[in-house]
């Protein structure tokens, strides 16, 4: 019985909990595995692992883990912005852009305002967004990719926000450029677009806005990166948002003085450049994701095409066939809580992961009724 007698906020009785990807220490034990034969392949993780460098990086600063980080992270903050021609000021970093995106609710939303979203949206996104109490407003996808001028068509008077993934997780579709262009050009300047730029650094010929927040044409554009992904830090928790300098100087208020830890910043910086392992990373997800596909081809299995490191496939029943991948010791991610429940969606591992989800694909699938046969 419940006994908890506290007045807890009533917006937030139905709010869910974000679930991630199974970590592989929890299937393991689940289903008696050895740890060490498991491929997870579930939360668009580096199959590479992290930079060499940053590895290195990491070794030294461990003997100063006992002084508390710089809590305005100078020398990566430095470095970055050298990187992407833009001032210190313009840059702001998040414990995961995760975090970048409460930043984003403390400062816009409240109840009896709107955020505008598209259908099959980074999850955290409605979830924020309900967790300030502000009002949701999905607009339905085209062909699984963000339908522009409907998004923009929804915009009114009382919305704030306006959060689009590009290229988008979980379906991997992204916008032409000129498009998006377009699109962020015809946002009212009372509303901010946070364009979420979590997967750029695998687009082959990615849209280019830090001209507009050089020159401060675009005081109303968040662009949010990480280190998660094409760097392989997802461990460590590091994201970065860049806008013009009164923006993010608002959202620098909301932000804990010590959200980006000594490791994280240190790994970041070594990171950075290492450009060595981001074409690699680079290339090795363009053979995988071809990889993938032709497998998926061979398997009957309908994809959508992804610009990013992971692949949306169709199988029937996504939490049954994902249930039967982990008992092959393939961890991938079910897709009901994104309203897909015929789908999982499949990480670019290394060509040996590849070939081991696909190989377990194929038994599950031939076992017809998958996840009730082992083996
Ligand atoms: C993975 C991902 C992020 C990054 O999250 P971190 O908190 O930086 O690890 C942000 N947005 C999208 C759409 C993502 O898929």
Not at 36 to 57: F, M, Y
Not at 240 to 257: D, F, N, S, T
Request: glycine letters at 6%; charged letters at 20%; aromatic letters at 6%.
């Amino acid at each position: 019985m419940n006994s908890l007698s506290l007045l807890l906020l009533a917006h937030l009785k139905d709010l869910p909990v974000y679930q991630p990807g199974r970590p592989i220490e929890e299937v393991a034990r689940q289903y008696g595995l050895d740890p060490d034969r498991i491929v997870k392949l579930a939360s668009n993780e580096n199959p590479l692992g992290p930079s060499p460098r940053a590895r290195e990086a990491l070794q030294k600063a461990l003997e100063t883990v006992h002084l508390y980080p710089d809590g305005h992270a100078f020398a990566l903050r430095q470095r970055l912005a050298a990187k992407l021609g833009v001032t210190p000021e313009h840059l702001i970093f998040g414990n995961g852009s995760n975090e970048l995106l409460e930043f984003i609710g403390h400062v816009l939303l409240e109840p009896g305002v709107d955020v505008v979203v598209s259908q099959y949206c980074f999850a955290v996104y409605p979830l924020v967004t309900r967790m300030f109490g502000a009002n949701l407003v999905t607009v339905p996808a085209r062909n699984h990719a963000h339908d522009l001028a409907a998004m923009r068509a929804a915009i009114t008077p009382r919305t704030r926000v306006v959060f689009l993934a590009n290229p988008n997780n979980p379906t991997g579709t992204w916008a032409p450029a000129a498009e998006l262009r377009a699109f962020v050009e015809s946002i009212p300047p009372t509303v901010l677009v946070v364009l979420d730029e979590a997967y750029i650094e695998f687009l082959e010929d990615p849209p280019d806005f830090l001209p507009d927040l050089r020159t401060g044409a675009r005081p109303n554009l968040l662009l949010l990166r990480t280190f998660s992904k094409i760097y392989g830090l997802a461990g460590l928790r590091v994201g970065y948002g860049i806008g013009v300098p009164a923006l993010i100087a608002a959202l620098e208020k909301v932000r804990q003085p010590f959200n980006l830890n000594r490791l994280a910043q240190v790994a970041a910086l070594a990171a950075l450049d290492d450009e060595e392992h981001v074409q690699r990373t680079r290339r090795n997800n363009r053979q995988g994701l071809e990889q993938l596909q032709a497998g998926c081809r061979e398997l009957g299995l309908p994809y959508i095409p992804s610009a990013a490191n992971f692949l949306l496939v169709r199988v029937g029943d996504g939490a049954t066939v994902f249930e039967a991948l982990q008992r092959q010791g393939v961890i991938v991610r079910p897709m009901g809580a994104y309203d897909l429940p015929e789908w999982i969606r499949i990480s670019v591992g290394t060509p040996e992961e590849n070939a081991r989800c696909l190989e377990a694909l194929r038994k599950v699938l031939r076992n017809g009724s998958a996840a009730t046969t082992r083996d």
